[in-house]
């Protein structure tokens, strides 16, 4: 008891929210913080270093770096939030059904999975983006595709062990009908993973999201996006203008990192809880 | 076996652990003399494993010394130069654990498990070659009563049943040659007739090498009977250190006294019940549960057609060893699992083939106590909706009836009404076993399955739940199949007993007639195997010598 | 059961790998059938998406006759797959070269950066995992672990361009990011494509240590950011084995740390194989931005051109391509987990 308490004191968790937070203040008040307009070129300005004007600079096309970057931040978080929320609305009663229901059709949804899932990430996305076309909606569909089977896949193990323990057969002796035992019975006690795991994907969508954009098969210019804005830096990078492709750099490890350390977080509090569960 | 006046092998001085809170052993003053075993026996929590650990210098993370030391052959252990505290652990102290097969490495042959302490310690004679250790090994493992050990040195674990992994640990503890051996709770969890024969070797081989052992174990019985000496243990102190059976005639200590008097409980044999005409409550003809195994076209037969009935208040005892299949049969009465043949009747209604959703409504009428307390229980839910939940089979409630049908339940198995706030974790054994049952009459059901409800259960804990079965079975007039291994309880709950051994009922009758004149050869084993403190059958188990 | 026994007979290894060789035919089957779809399911007519916009119309015609456009989806379906059989996946209209040949030539650029970062990744994942498991609690073991959470939060494309940044044209020490090799240098002859190889053949040694200098980058690249997770998931297992009774009755019984290690690591060696084939897989995808950033000119570079050019053809082929690489890896993932493991029935 005493080190749950001191555990909400933890400096990963309190790193993890202050940037959680920093990223919410810059989505609710882009407009606000920004100096200058994120999609406005101006190529008079174009590449110049951190300055009293634009503190991070600007790229080749003259847009203040900060200012994109901060509208980004709605870019990017909007994409991971939908494609997780997404991915967990259709993936956990999948995998719930598909771990309870041991049939024929179970395991041909889970050879899919494994099918689509055998598919290298990138090649994959880069590939249904070139089909879907260059929208934010194609690169949440891109990411929904890897995270449906990955949340399936991990709600079904659960649900697999914990069917055979002996408090599922007791709940059916007291009455309890499938779907009660589902999702009454089952659901709350495979959630715990599955929390942790949803951090965890924000940060790989965000980092996904970036690297679609990098190799031009994500969000379209001049839409703010951090991958794209470090991509729009790679050319001069090798020419020592360091400050394009830096920032926006920064800004995704931050805000993966932040993910991150509350999954990690979450993932320690489900421990403790667990030993606890197994210490009777 | 009077105590010899040489010198203690090991000693504890004063010693005390802990692990930042309250001290767990609490200044322990021991001597293990030359060539004696000494029984160590207290409840879950008394520190008899930490004990152990201590003694082996291997306590668990954040456990220290607090006070006090420990003495090999008069010197501190801590006192010890390198090559002797490396020769220590194994080489002049070796540990036996339970659950032996945890105990060993998964991937590896079990042979080569005894030949890495072997090598450690240098045996045999220093020679590490690659023959003279598989050879040693293979000697070990005859010696610790293994057939074939040559085949059964290049098995893995999985392979082997527990009673075959707990003979390897004990082989590797032998392997280095010590002068002491810790068994820690060694035949926990072990069917009666394997425990038996595992201790009568773990004796004989120690009595042969002159070993010093601390028998470390929860049951009396085992203490009588292999013992010289024991201490009782509470709290992380020796409430009590005597000869054995002196012990066993004066025990000093109040709380000695209580722990002798619950493992000696041997109320009154259920008297039989008086014959009626009324039908049986439940008539299973030929059930048979036979499991596919994905690669062996051989099924598991588990229940091989066994036929049995259980008339209105009548409690019929379903006693066997581990494998038996009686726990299978029980789940198919109740329907948890699809039985591959034969009938199953409740109350004059075929159950057999019906259907979930048609079966539900009976379920009020049929319930069972599951056997492991914690796991039964969802550990997400609280007490209180635990038990309502079966409350809806019997008719529609309002909230306030609810609660004070929970509120009796909790008060007929003798719980506080505050156990109904909190989660099945912050139970203990004993009260996870009461909310079990307690959930199982909660629909005032006519028949009830009690599987194991004894097991892993403390010697009085265990006591007051046989009172608690007992006094609800007459004064609900219940009927109930009875299923365990620890004949004690049937002795004092059982009217019939049914002794099933791999699928098949080899033997049912009245209890008095099962227990005092026994016809299977099978059931003679499993009551012999039994090792009552009583005085009277003081001999042991010959049965280890046999295998 | 006569074949049930004869089967049950044969050495567990040969079983494993029937099982596994077994399966992989229906296996490339479905790979060849997501990768023909893959482009039926784009909107528009196939034909005229694969060969461009600027075919001409009796071109065009004349492919969809080869395509069998005309007639049902599986007929398709069917010629398809005989093409592929046959080693035909179509011609590049972009490099106007059969897309086969245009694979083979890229892909031991790809495999020979992937092949030694896994060895680099996976190595120094599991050295980190061990040593901070065993020295629980010391600093390498914070520094391990913080390494481990940050490696997963940092994008591997700018982390090459950092690399570049700081190696190249800040210090100069490391060599330009523009391909395998020095251009001035002519490269040796090809016998198994890895260049690295191929100079030590030819007792080149300018040429090797060119193409060994070039590997640095964006090898570093692929470790830094990748090793990050083998690190973690070593961790995990390890340390959860490290724990385990086993482990503390070997103790007991007075075998030596360094066998204790051994005995641990082995049990671990399951997961860690599965981690180490998924890594690989994933870098074949992930290569695709390092290749990019390193001009390297293998498969990911194509794959990315193909994108940018609307070639769907050679997309149809790459993704064929790294499917059935990635079954393979998989494959033999599978086979050497089930030996690795006496409790798995087979």
């Known amino acids: 008891m005493a080190r749950r308490s001191s555990s909400l004191l933890r400096p990963g968790l309190l790193i993890g929210l202050a940037l959680l937070a920093v990223q919410f203040v810059a989505i609710v008040f882009a407009p606000w913080i920004a100096p200058f307009s994120p999609i406005e070129a101006n190529p008079l300005d174009s590449l110049q270093p951190p300055n009293l004007v634009h503190w991070l600079g600007t790229d080749e096309l003259g847009m203040d770096i900060f200012s994109r970057i901060v509208f980004a931040t709605r870019v990017n978080l909007l994409i991971g939030f939908a494609a997780v929320a997404l991915s967990l609305a259709i993936g956990v009663p999948v995998g719930v059904l598909v771990g309870y229901y041991r049939g024929l059709g179970g395991a041909l949804v889970m050879r899919f999975f494994d099918f689509i899932q055998s598919f290298p990430v990138f090649v994959l996305g880069m590939a249904l983006v070139a089909v879907l076309g260059q929208e934010i909606w194609s690169v949440v569909i891109v990411l929904c595709m890897l995270f449906v089977p990955m949340f399936a896949r991990i709600v079904r193990a659960e649900v697999l062990s914990l069917r055979e323990r002996p408090f599922i057969a007791a709940a059916r002796c007291s009455g309890a009908n499938d779907f009660a035992i589902m999702f009454r019975h089952i659901l709350p006690n495979a959630m715990t993973p599955v929390i942790v795991q949803v951090s965890v994907s924000i940060g790989m969508a965000i980092l996904l999201t970036a690297g679609l954009s990098f190799i031009g098969a994500g969000v379209r210019l001049p839409s703010p996006e951090w991958g794209l804005m470090v991509s729009s830096g790679a050319q001069q990078m090798i020419l020592g203008i360091w400050w394009v492709a830096l920032f926006p750099g920064l800004a995704i490890v931050f805000s993966v990192l932040s993910f991150a350390l509350l999954s990690d977080e979450a993932q320690r509090l489900a421990d403790t809880a667990r030993r606890k569960e197994g210490a009777r | 076996m009077s105590a010899s006046p040489e010198a203690p092998v090991i000693a504890l001085e004063g010693l005390t652990v802990g692990f930042g809170g309250a001290p767990v052993l609490d200044g322990i003053d021991l001597e293990l003399r030359p060539r004696e075993i000494f029984g160590v026996v207290g409840e879950t929590g008394a520190g008899k494993s930490v004990l152990a650990r201590a003694i082996l210098g291997q306590l668990p993370p954040g456990g220290r010394i607090e006070a006090g030391r420990i003495l090999l052959e008069g010197r501190p252990i801590d006192a010890l130069d390198a090559p002797q505290a490396a020769r220590y652990r194994g080489g002049r102290v070796a540990l036996i654990g339970t659950n032996a097969k945890a105990l060993l490495d998964p991937v590896a042959r079990v042979g080569d498990q005894i030949g890495r302490v072997l090598r450690a310690h240098g045996k045999p004679d220093g020679r590490t070659d690659r023959r003279s250790v598989r050879d040693r090994a293979v000697a070990l493992m005859r010696e610790v009563g293994i057939n074939d050990p040559e085949r059964r040195a290049r098995a893995y674990p999985h392979e082997l049943s527990g009673g075959m992994a707990q003979r390897i640990v004990i082989a590797m503890a032998l392997a280095g040659e010590p002068e002491v051996l810790l068994a820690d709770d060694a035949t926990l969890g072990l069917d009666a007739t394997v425990q038996a024969q595992v201790l009568e070797r773990l004796v004989e081989r120690s009595r042969e090498r002159g070993l010093s052992v601390l028998l470390i174990t929860h049951d009396l019985g085992i203490v009588r009977h292999y013992c010289d000496r024991l201490a009782v243990m509470r709290g992380g102190r020796l409430v009590e250190v005597s000869e054995v059976s002196r012990f066993m005639a004066h025990p000093a200590d109040g709380y000695s006294r209580d722990l002798l008097a619950a493992a000696r409980a041997r109320p009154a044999l259920q008297p039989p019940r008086k014959s009626d005409d009324r039908p049986p409550i439940v008539d299973v003809r030929d059930l048979t549960m036979h499991f596919q195994v994905p690669g062996s076209p051989q099924p598991i037969r588990a229940v091989d057609g066994i036929s049995f009935s259980v008339a209105p208040g009548e409690t019929l005892a379903l006693v066997g060893e581990s494998g038996s299949g009686k726990t299978t049969a029980g789940q198919c009465l109740l329907r948890l699992l699809d039985n591959t043949d034969g009938r199953i009747v409740f109350d004059g209604r075929d159950i057999t083939d019906m259907k979930e959703a048609a079966f539900r409504p009976l379920r009020r009428h049929m319930q069972m106590v599951f056997q492991e307390p914690y796991v039964a229980l969802n550990p997400r839910r609280r007490v209180r909706d635990l038990l309502a939940e079966p409350l809806a089979l019997v008719e529609p409630m309002t909230g306030a009836e609810r609660g004070r049908r929970v509120a009796e339940l909790l008060a007929a198995v003798n719980l506080d009404a505050a156990v109904a706030d909190i989660r099945p974790g912050e139970l203990t054994a004993g009260e996870q076993k009461r909310v079990g049952i307690a959930r199982a009459l909660a629909t005032k059901p006519r028949f009830v399955v009690f599987d194991e409800p004894t097991t892993a259960l403390d010697i009085r804990v265990r006591a007051q739940i046989i009172d608690l079965i007992r006094g609800l079975q007459s004064s609900m007039n219940l009927a109930a199949l009875f299923i365990t291994h620890d004949l004690n309880s049937v002795r004092s709950l059982a009217h019939r007993v049914a002794v099933m051994h791999l699928g098949k009922i080899l033997e049912q009758g009245e209890t008095r007639a099962i227990f005092e004149s026994p016809r299977e050869d099978y059931t003679r084993k499993l009551l012999a195997a039994e090792l009552p403190i009583d005085a009277e059958t003081s001999e042991p188990a010959s049965a280890g010598s046999a295998a | ?346």
């Open chain 3, 1 to 346: 059961m006569p074949i049930r026994e004869f089967w049950r007979r044969q050495p567990r290894l040969l079983r494993i790998l029937a099982v596994r060789l077994a399966l992989i035919v229906p296996q490339m089957f479905g790979v060849t059938l997501v990768a023909f779809l893959l482009i039926r399911l784009l909107p528009g007519d196939p034909a005229r998406l694969i060969l461009g916009n600027f075919a001409t119309d009796e071109s065009i015609a004349l492919y969809r006759q080869k395509l069998g456009l005309d007639k049902d989806v599986w007929t398709q379906f069917a010629i398809y797959l005989d093409n592929v059989l046959h080693g035909d996946l179509g011609t590049s209209p972009f490099t106007s070269k059969p897309i086969i040949e245009d694979l083979a030539d890229r892909a031991p650029a790809t495999l020979e950066l992937i092949l030694y970062a896994v060895i680099f990744t996976v190595g120094l994942g599991i050295l980190i995992a061990v040593v901070s498991v065993v020295r629980r609690g010391s600093a390498f073991d914070w520094g391990a672990r913080a390494y481990g959470f940050a490696a997963g939060a940092i994008p591997d494309f700018w982390v090459a361009l950092l690399l570049v940044f700081f190696l190249y044209t800040v210090l100069g020490w490391a060599p330009a990011p523009f391909g395998r090799m020095d251009l001035m240098l002519a490269p040796p002859p090809r016998i198994t494509g890895f260049l690295t190889i191929d100079a030590l053949f030819a007792g080149d040694w300018e040429a090797f240590r060119s193409a060994a200098g070039r590997l640095i980058l964006p090898v570093a690249t692929i470790t830094i950011v990748n090793a990050g997770a083998v690190t973690k998931m070593t961790h995990s297992v390890f340390s959860e084995i490290w724990d385990a009774p086993f482990v503390a009755h070997m103790r007991a019984c007075g075998v030596p740390e360094r066998q204790i290690i051994r005995a641990a690591l082995r049990n671990s060696l399951p997961p860690i194989i599965s981690v180490s084939s998924f890594i690989l897989g994933f870098l074949l995808g992930a290569a695709v931005l390092v290749e990019t950033i390193f001009s390297w000119g293998g498969l990911g570079q194509y794959a990315v051109q193909a994108v940018i050019n609307s070639d769907y053809a050679a997309l149809q082929g790459f993704v064929l391509v790294a499917s059935a690489f990635i079954l393979i890896v998989y494959s033999i993932a599978d086979i050497l987990y089930e030996i690795v493991d006496p409790r798995i029935r087979t």
